[in-house]
C-alpha cells in the first residue's frame, strides 16, 4: 500500500504506507523524510542507523530525515506516515504541536511510544480519517491531511510527556529542554561542552543538569555525547571517509583524541567498529 498526496507548487508530500511495494521501500533512500512507524498487529524488526532494532506490537517510532533505515518489504502490520518539511516543517509548527526536540530531535534515539487499546483505537481513527482524505482530490485536501497528522502529533506528544521522570514538569523547564536537544543537533559537530549549551540559553550548566532528571535518565553531557557517537557511526558504516576525516568533521582537532573517545564509549576502536558492524548479523 502506498497513498501519496503531493504539490508539485508547494514541494510538499505525505505518504501513508506499510513499505510491502518496491515504490514505497524507495522511500526508505530518500534523505528528507520524517517517518511516523507504527507496528499495528506484531512485533517488526528493522534496521535503524545500522543496528536492529524491534518494534513491538502496538509501538510507534518517530524517525527524522537523519535516520538511514531498512524495513522488510514483507513486514506485516506495519504503517507509516512519511512526509517532508514542506508538507510539515516541525519547527515552524512548534507552537501548535510543541514536538520540536522532544518527538523529532529529542534524544539521538527516535521516540517510541506504546499505545494501550485506547490509544490504538484512537490511531485507528486517524488512519482511517486519513485513507479518506487521501482518496479526495480537491484543492483543501492538504490542508484535511496537515490537520491529521497535527492531531497526531499532539496526541503522540501528550503521551510521552506521560511518561516522563515528573510529568507535571513546568511547560518554562520543558522548553528550555527541547531548546537545548535542538542546540546540540545543530552545534554538536563544533561544541563538545554542557557551558556551550548553557551559555547559548543563558542559563549555567548547573540548572541545566537539574532540570535533565525531570526529563531523562540522561544528563546534559549525555545528550551531547549520545549524538555525536550517533553520527561518528553513521559515518563509519554510510560513508567512505577516513577516522581522520571523520574526526575533523565531527569538531576535533587531534583524530587520537576522537579515536580515544569512541573506544571510551563503545569499547572498540572506530576501525574495529566498522569492521564489525558491516557483517550483518
Known amino acids: ?3 501519496t498526496y503531493s504539490s508539485l507548487k508547494d514541494e510538499d508530500v505525505f505518504i501513508l504506507t506499510d513499505f510491502s511495494c518496491e515504490p514505497a521501500q524507495e522511500l526508505l533512500l530518500k534523505k528528507n523524510l520524517y517517518k511516523v512507524l507504527w507496528s499495528k498487529k506484531e512485533s517488526t524488526t528493522l ?3 545500522g543496528y536492529q532494532f524491534e518494534l513491538k506490537e502496538n509501538e510507534v517510532i518517530f524517525c527524522t530525515p537523519l535516520n538511514v533505515m531498512e524495513i522488510p518489504i ?3 502490520g506495519l504503517l507509516a506516515f512519511v512526509f517532508n518539511k514542506e508538507f510539515f516543517c516541525i519547527q515552524t509548527h512548534d507552537d501548535q504541536v510543541s514536538c520540536h526536540g522532544f518527538l523529532f530531535f529529542g534524544s539521538s534515539q527516535p521516540q517510541t511510544i506504546l499505545l494501550k487499546e485506547k490509544e490504538s483505537d484512537q490511531f485507528n481513527n486517524i488512519v482511517h480519517q486519513f485513507k479518506e482524505d487521501l482518496l479526495i482530490k480537491d484543492h483543501l485536501q ?9 492531531r497526531l502529533l499532539i496526541f503522540s506528544t501528550r503521551m510521552v510527556k506521560k511518561e516522563l521522570p515528573q510529568p507535571d514538569i513546568s511547560n518554562a523547564h520543558m522548553n528550555i529542554i527541547r531548546e537545548y536537544n535542538v542546540l546540540v543537533e545543530k552545534h554538536f559537530r563544533e561544541y563538545h561542552h554542557v557551558k556551550d549549551y548553557a551559555n547559548l540559553l543563558f542559563k549555567s550548566p548547573k540548572t541545566l543538569s537539574n532540570l535533565f532528571p525531570k526529563y531523562s535518565d540522561k544528563s546534559p553531557i549525555m545528550v551531547i555525547n549520545d549524538r ?7 559515518l563509519l558504516l554510510y560513508s567512505d571517509n577516513s577516522t581522520n576525516e571523520i574526526a575533523a568533521e565531527l569538531g576535533y582537532k587531534d583524530p587520537g583524541h576522537f579515536s580515544k573517545f569512541f573506544k571510551n564509549h563503545e569499547g572498540l576502536s572506530p576501525s574495529v567498529f566498522k569492521k564489525q558492524k558491516l557483517v550483518k548479523p
Do not use: C, N, P, V
Open 228 to 234: 555525536i557517537l550517533l553520527e561518528a557511526k553513521r
Open 74 to 76: 514483507d513486514s506485516k
Open 1 to 3: 500500500m502506498k497513498l
Open 47 to 49: 534496521r535503524i542507523d
Open 142 to 150: 492538504g490542508e484535511m491531511l496537515r490537520s491529521l497528522l497535527k
